[in-house]
C-alpha cells in the first residue's frame, strides 16, 4: 500500500463538545491514539472559527451545545466547503430522526455516547483509508469498509430485548425500556456499568427526557416485576446464586452487569464489511 506524505501525518482533530470532563478524556484517549488535539471547546461559534483558520483534518462535535445546537453548528461548517475536514458526531441522543438529519448534513458517522475509544480511533482512521488524497493512483480500489452503524454486524438490541423479555419483564413497564439501554450501554462500553449514577443513569435520563432517580426507580421495578413473575429457569441461568431467597434480588447494576457480560461472551467480536 502507496500513502502520500499528507496521509502519513498525524491528524488533527477538533473536539466541540459541552462536557468537559468528556473533553478531557476525549484528548488524553485520543493522543495515545496518535492523534493531535488541535483545540478542545464548548463554544460552537469558536470552533467554526477554529475550522476556517486552522483547517483541522476532524471535527468531534455533540448534536447537544449550549450555544448553538449540533445540527445548526454542522449546517454552518459544512457551508464553509472546506474539504479537508471530516465530521463525526458522538452524543447521547439515539432519536433515529437526529441521527439521519446529521448523517445528511454531512457526518460520516454518528456514535452513541458512551462508546468504545477503539471505535472511535477505528473510524478516524477509516476516514484517512477512504480519502482519495490519502492514495496514489496505483492504489486498488479494495477497501476495507466498517458500518456507519458500528453494532450493525451484531443485532444487539434484539437480543437484549429477547432476554429481558424471556426473564419476565413486560414491555408495558416502563423500567423496560430504561433497562435495555442500560445492558445496550454496558455491552458496547464495559466500563460504564462501574458508574451506574454517573453515567448509565443520566445517559438514558437524557435520552429518554426524564431524570436520573426516576430512571434508577424504573429499573429496580422491572427487576423486582422479573424476580416476582419472572421465568425461574431463565433466572437461574443467568443470576445463579443470586436468586435464592438468602441472597435476594440483584441490585441494578448486579443485573445490568451480568445480562451485558452473557451478551459479551456470546458475541464474537465485529467483522468488518469488505468490499470488492
Not at 430512571?215 to 424476580?227: G, K
Amino acid at each position: 500500500m502507496v500513502k502520500d506524505k499528507e496521509c502519513l501525518k498525524r491528524k488533527t482533530v477538533l473536539v466541540v463538545d459541552d462536557q468537559p470532563d468528556f473533553r478531557a478524556v476525549v484528548s488524553e484517549k485520543l493522543t495515545r491514539k496518535g492523534f493531535d488535539i488541535l483545540q478542545t471547546t464548548d463554544n460552537p461559534l469558536y470552533a467554526l472559527e477554529l475550522i476556517k483558520s486552522k483547517q483541522p483534518d476532524i471535527v468531534l462535535f455533540d448534536v447537544i451545545l449550549s450555544q448553538v445546537d449540533g445540527i445548526a453548528f454542522l449546517k454552518e461548517a459544512v457551508t464553509l466547503r472546506n474539504s479537508k475536514t471530516h465530521y463525526i458526531a458522538a452524543s447521547s441522543i439515539s432519536s433515529s430522526t437526529i441521527i439521519k438529519e446529521t448523517m445528511k448534513l454531512g457526518a460520516e458517522y454518528y456514535l452513541i455516547k458512551p462508546f468504545d475509544f477503539d471505535i472511535l480511533s477505528e473510524r478516524m482512521n477509516q476516514i484517512c483509508i477512504n480519502d482519495e488524497d490519502c492514495y496514489t493512483q496505483h492504489e486498488p480500489q479494495n477497501k476495507i469498509l466498517f458500518p456507519k452503524n458500528e453494532y450493525a454486524t451484531v443485532d444487539l438490541e434484539r437480543q437484549v430485548t429477547d432476554i429481558i423479555l424471556e426473564i419476565g419483564i413486560p414491555a408495558h413497564v416502563k423500567g423496560y425500556h430504561y433497562v435495555r439501554s442500560a445492558i445496550i450501554l454496558s455491552v458496547e462500553e464495559p466500563d460504564v456499568i462501574n458508574a451506574v449514577t454517573k453515567i448509565i443513569y443520566p445517559t438514558i435520563a437524557k435520552q429518554y427526557q426524564t431524570s436520573s432517580s426516576r430512571v434508577e426507580r424504573a429499573i429496580r421495578h422491572a427487576i423486582e416485576v422479573a424476580w416476582d413473575r419472572g421465568n425461574v429457569d431463565t433466572l437461574n441461568s443467568i443470576f445463579g446464586y443470586s436468586i435464592s431467597s438468602n441472597r435476594g434480588k440483584p441490585t441494578n447494576s448486579e443485573f445490568i452487569a451480568m445480562i451485558a457480560d452473557r451478551l459479551r461472551l456470546e458475541n464474537k467480536p465485529k467483522v468488518p464489511i469488505i468490499n470488492y
